[in-house]
């Protein structure tokens, strides 16, 4: 076993509760007796997991079945290891129930790339003062930590570029109502001790954005020190340079959990409609005056929405991108109704039925 190198390239031990272990983890371990060991994926490389485990970290695979499955462990996964450091090896045998399940797009199934992070408490939305603080962006940001059941906190970082630093926060908080807008700068410090209520010890926090918005120096600063690499944006378009390419858990100094992703360049919003419930209340409740109960609120006579942006009273463009991520969320629920018939006859193709014997099984 290893000892953990999680904070600072410093030899670290850290409990299994300070990994955000809890009763419910227990209870769920409770039938394993045995050489097995239970951890906290912290870093998934090409073929091999790095899991934190109470004391240490051990590098493993997984076992046949999961990947018979199509089970793969994502970072921040609690999972079952059978450890035999006599014959040199550890194998995840196991995935421990998920409280979240951060996804990117599509069903939020558990495919290999699907899966972001799991056990997710909360979500910083890091943009930028700049070019990337754009409200609809930030909407289907916000539409994917509804979707993963965790709550979402917005940071915009890099104030010390606006003129007005105070104002930042003005323009976002009308699209999220309810939802706390931080600025901050993680260069300088400013501000960042305002995140501290979000990062209680045990508590894991996933940092999504695009690339070079600032989410490892925000890491780096958290840690006190330099764990992981940043790079300069290139300054005519503010893009990043996907300088993180993997994503990994971090136990920050106040002992919190904190996950950096790579930029998200394309992010669908999954299938569950939490995402857009949570994002557009304000629609929402509008609707519940609209005239049919079905409305659409595009051309629909009695539209109380429709009404309410020729009124003012709702931007227009907030509307458009409702509309845009309603049509994305029909359209992967779609998809994934597809991958599952096809998932379904895959399985039963498996165990030698054909397609008349599933007929025949299924009217009965
Ligand atoms: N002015 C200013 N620059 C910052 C701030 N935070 C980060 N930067 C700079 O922004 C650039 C990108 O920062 P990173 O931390 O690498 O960005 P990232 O979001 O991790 O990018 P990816 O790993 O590509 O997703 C670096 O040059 C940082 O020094 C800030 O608060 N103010
Ligand atoms: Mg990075």
Same mark, same amino acid.
């Given at each position: 076993?290893?000892?953990?190198?999680?904070?600072?390239?410093?030899?670290?031990?850290?409990?299994?509760?300070?990994?955000?272990?809890?009763? /419910?983890? $227990?209870?769920?371990?409770?039938?394993?007796?045995?050489?097995?060991?239970?951890?906290?994926?912290?870093?998934? =490389?090409?073929? *091999?997991?790095?899991?934190?485990?109470?004391?240490?970290?051990?590098?493993?695979?997984?076992?046949?079945?999961?990947?018979?499955?199509?089970?793969?462990?994502? *970072?921040?996964?609690?999972?079952?290891?059978?450890?035999?450091?006599?014959?040199?090896?550890?194998?995840?045998?196991?995935?421990?129930?998920?409280?979240?399940?951060?996804?990117?797009?599509?069903?939020?199934?558990?495919?290999?790339?699907?899966?972001?992070?799991?056990?997710?408490?909360?979500?910083?939305?890091?943009?930028?003062?700049?070019?990337?603080?754009?409200?609809?962006?930030? /909407?289907?940001?916000?539409?994917?930590?509804?979707?993963?059941?965790?709550?979402?906190?917005?940071?915009?970082?890099?104030?010390?570029?606006?003129?007005?630093?105070?104002?930042?926060?003005?323009?976002?908080?009308?699209?999220?109502?309810?939802?706390? *807008?931080?600025?901050?700068?993680?260069?300088?410090?400013?501000?960042?001790?305002?995140?501290?209520?979000?990062?209680?010890?045990?508590?894991?926090?996933?940092?999504?954005?695009?690339?070079?918005?600032?989410?490892?120096?925000?890491?780096?600063?958290?840690?006190?020190?330099?764990?992981?690499?940043?790079?300069?944006?290139?300054?005519?378009?503010?893009?990043?340079?996907?300088?993180?390419?993997?994503?990994?858990?971090?136990?920050?100094?106040?002992?919190?959990?904190?996950?950096?992703?790579?930029?998200?360049?394309?992010?669908?919003?999954?299938?569950?409609?939490?995402?857009?419930?949570?994002?557009?209340?304000?629609?929402?409740?509008?609707?519940?005056?609209?005239?049919?109960?079905?409305?659409?609120?595009?051309?629909?006579?009695?539209?109380?929405? =429709?009404?309410?942006?020729? $009124?003012?009273?709702?931007?227009?463009?907030?509307?458009?991108?409702?509309?845009?991520?309603?049509? /994305?969320?029909?359209?992967?629920?779609?998809?994934?109704?597809?991958?599952?018939?096809?998932?379904?006859?895959?399985?039963?193709? /498996?165990?030698?039925?054909?397609?008349?014997?599933?007929?025949?099984?299924?009217?009965?």
């Amino acid at each position: 076993m290893n000892q953990s190198t999680s904070r600072c390239g410093e030899q670290h031990s850290h409990t299994l509760e300070d990994l955000g272990w809890a009763e /419910e983890h $227990d209870a769920a371990f409770s039938k394993y007796t045995g050489p097995y060991v239970p951890g906290r994926v912290a870093c998934r =490389q090409k073929t *091999v997991w790095d899991v934190l485990v109470d004391g240490g970290s051990i590098t493993a695979g997984i076992s046949g079945a999961l990947r018979k499955l199509g089970r793969f462990p994502a *970072v921040g996964d609690f999972v079952v290891l059978l450890d035999q450091p006599e014959a040199g090896t550890s194998t995840i045998v196991d995935i421990l129930p998920r409280k979240t399940l951060f996804a990117r797009g599509a069903s939020g199934r558990e495919s290999t790339d699907q899966v972001i992070a799991a056990n997710i408490d909360t979500v910083f939305i890091v943009t930028a003062a700049g070019h990337d603080l754009n409200v609809r962006r930030i /909407e289907r940001f916000l539409a994917i930590a509804h979707s993963s059941g965790a709550r979402p906190v917005i940071v915009i970082n890099k104030s010390d570029l606006a003129d007005d630093p105070a104002s930042l926060a003005d323009g976002i908080a009308s699209v999220s109502p309810g939802i706390p *807008v931080i600025p901050i700068s993680a260069a300088s410090g400013e501000g960042v001790d305002r995140l501290d209520p979000y990062l209680p010890p045990g508590t894991t926090v996933a940092l999504i954005g695009s690339s070079g918005v600032g989410k490892s120096t925000l890491i780096n600063r958290l840690m006190g020190c330099p764990v992981q690499e940043t790079s300069h944006t290139r300054d005519y378009d503010e893009k990043g340079r996907h300088t993180t390419t993997v994503r990994q858990l971090f136990v920050l100094e106040g002992g919190a959990l904190m996950i950096d992703n790579p930029g998200l360049r394309e992010v669908g919003i999954g299938t569950a409609a939490a995402g857009i419930a949570g994002t557009f209340p304000d629609i929402l409740e509008l609707a519940e005056g609209c005239r049919f109960s079905d409305c659409r609120h595009e051309q629909e006579p009695g539209c109380v929405v =429709q009404a309410a942006v020729r $009124d003012g009273a709702l931007s227009a463009a907030r509307l458009e991108n409702f509309h845009r991520l309603m049509r /994305e969320l029909e359209f992967e629920r779609d998809k994934a109704e597809i991958g599952l018939v096809r998932l379904e006859k895959k399985r039963w193709k /498996e165990i030698g039925k054909s397609a008349r014997d599933i007929w025949k099984i299924k009217g009965k």
